[in-house]
Nanobody, 126 residues
């Protein structure tokens, strides 16, 4: 299973940016998916997560109302739409897949994720 995250870049505070993650080699529609981010010198943390069919979603408090996670199972794509970006959102963003879950479940624990993308850099200038 391979995950490829892309869409990062340099934006100004208040701008929007959309990330995508393509998944190949596995049963994407049966994976719970997540977006993590890691800032320099900090741990990798969960930003948003989504269940198989996208019915259930989780957001960390700092991004609620600004970020939207979604997926297109027909295209094997995971998305993260980020609006009103803040300098503290700057990080390397990683997509990840949990292949041992059930329909409707979102995966909140780092250790549950089995496959990871390579990361895409998001830089937000103030």
């Amino acid at each position: 299973v391979q995950l490829q995250a892309y869409g990062g870049g340099l934006v100004q505070a208040g701008d929007s940016l959309g990330l995508s993650c393509g998944v190949s080699g596995g049963a994407f529609a049966r994976y719970a998916m997540g977006w993590f981010r890691q800032a320099p010198g900090k741990e990798r943390v969960l930003v948003a997560a989504i269940s198989w069919a996208g019915r259930n979603k989780y957001y960390t408090d700092s991004v609620k109302g600004r970020f939207t996670i979604s997926r297109d199972n027909a295209k094997n794509l995971l998305y993260l739409q980020m609006n009103n970006l803040k300098p503290e959102d700057a990080a390397v963003y990683y997509c990840a897949a949990d292949d041992n879950t059930v329909s409707g479940a979102v995966s909140l624990d780092f250790d549950r994720y089995d496959y990871w993308g390579q990361g895409t850099q998001v830089t937000v200038s103030s």
